[in-house]
């Protein structure tokens, strides 16, 4: 599998390069961590601390909003990844990025980048972001009988998700390994997303 996606990785140009800090624009970035077995990796992911203003308890990858002195998105990347769960930019060996996106209609452009990670490695979380860290089979996505789909009542729109031991996996964190997936080895996932004017009512 990482040999796959690997090439892909090699081989995606971006329409636009926003990895580059050149305005004012809100942006930020993630680091999707991967580690273990090649042909049936693993990525490392957190679940938010309960005391955070903003998606409290939810399942992310680590990474964050830019800050000035990041010299591009990369960096905000490898900033946010050793501040949240203690992993230094040493330990990681980058394989690439992905399409830049946006959480639902959040006007932040977030743009994942994809890393290998080498055992040995110590995570050390930040319990004033982070509450706890776990490792995710990606396979584990390429079943469809995991997906399910919930009502996020606030905005009366139907999302998909699945549940991992006691984690459940949704919205933009979901979206962008399962987009990985079928950019990277055409795993033909099709899930069922609202419309824009659903968002919007």
Request: aromatic letters at 10%.
């Amino acid at each position: 599998m990482l040999t796959t996606m690997t090439q892909w990785l090699k081989n995606y140009r971006p329409k636009s390069d926003n990895s580059v800090i050149t305005n004012k624009e809100s942006k930020a970035a993630v680091l999707l961590l991967l580690h273990g077995d090649p042909v049936d990796p693993h990525i490392i992911l957190t679940r938010r601390a309960n005391h955070l203003r903003n998606h409290a308890g939810e399942v992310a990858f680590p990474g964050g909003m830019k800050e000035s002195l990041d010299k591009d998105l990369l960096a905000t990347a490898l900033r946010e990844t050793e501040e949240e769960i203690g992993l230094a930019s040493s330990k990681i060996t980058m394989l690439g990025r992905l399409p830049a996106d946006s959480p639902r209609l959040n006007s932040i452009r977030v743009t994942p980048f994809m890393g290998w990670v080498d055992a040995p490695y110590n995570l050390t979380p930040d319990p004033s972001e982070i509450a706890s860290v776990f490792n995710f089979p990606l396979s584990f996505l390429l079943e469809i009988k995991h997906y399910q789909y919930f009502w996020l009542a606030q905005e009366k729109i139907e999302l998909p998700y699945v549940m991992y031991k006691n984690y459940k996996i949704w919205g933009f964190t979901l979206k962008v390994m399962v987009d990985m997936l079928n950019n990277t080895i055409d795993a033909q996932i099709k899930l069922r997303y609202p419309s824009l004017d659903e968002f919007q009512q």
